[in-house]
């Protein structure tokens, strides 16, 4: 499936940081080793002055979905914490580039970077319509956000050399992908952008 780039896509990012890397407070396995791949995509959007949008979990210290107050998780992404910093290698371009907190209120978790976020509102403004999502994890976040910009009208592509899952049960980003594909998500790899 061949690709080109339009005035009218736009990338996104999910929830590359520190705590979602080998080593971080809750990590996806080889989390670290996208980030190339990633970072190919968002020079390709920066060249052509696409927006770039970058998620981040940046959770209050007792959040919901934290073990001890409601939720399954260890505590992760606590907002302004070393954990919750992007990749050290992530590029982030100087200009046209967004970041967008989610799950910032105590009592609401939020997989998906549409959830209480102006993402929707900052897409439309710039008038996209396509959506490529990349980043961690393919079974929450990613799966989430690129539902949610289904249901939203936009159109999805899943890049899928530039996802990583979490795998709480083996096959879950397996059958991520495949939810994500029938309901009309495309899938794509770097080499199917046209130059
Ligand atoms: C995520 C679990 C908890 C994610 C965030 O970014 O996929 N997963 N919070
Ligand atoms: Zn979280």
């Known amino acids: 499936m061949k690709v080109k780039l339009s005035d009218s896509d736009a990338l996104v990012v999910v929830d590359m ?5 080998p080593g971080g407070a809750l990590p996806v396995p080889e989390g670290d080793r996208i980030v190339p791949k990633i970072n190919e995509y968002v020079k390709r959007f920066a060249d052509l002055g696409l927006p770039v949008f970058f998620t981040r979990d940046w959770h209050p210290r007792d959040h919901i979905s934290f073990k001890g107050h409601g939720g399954l998780w260890p505590p992760h992404c606590v907002a302004d914490t070393e954990g919750a ?3 050290e290698d992530l590029l982030i371009p100087s200009d046209n580039k967004f970041i967008i907190s989610k799950g910032t209120s105590q009592d ?3 997989y998906s970077g549409f959830q209480a976020t102006v993402l929707e509102q900052l897409l439309r403004e710039r008038g996209v319509r396509r959506v490529f999502v990349c980043g961690v994890a393919t079974d929450y ?4 956000t690129t539902l949610g910009a289904i249901n939203l009208g936009f159109q999805a592509l899943l890049l899928l050399d530039a996802i990583k899952g979490v795998d709480v049960s083996e096959g879950d980003s397996e059958r991520a992908i495949e939810l994500m ?3 009309g998500a495309v899938g794509i790899d770097i080499g199917d952008l046209n130059p």
């Not at 940081?17 to 890397?21: A, K, N, P, V």
């Not at 976040?141 to 989430?144: A, D, E, F, G």
């Open 108 to 110: 609401f978790d939020a």
């Open 181 to 183: 594909l029938s309901k």
């Open 85 to 87: 910093m992007f990749h």
């Open 17 to 21: 940081q520190r705590d979602f890397m």
């Open 141 to 144: 976040c990613v799966k989430n």
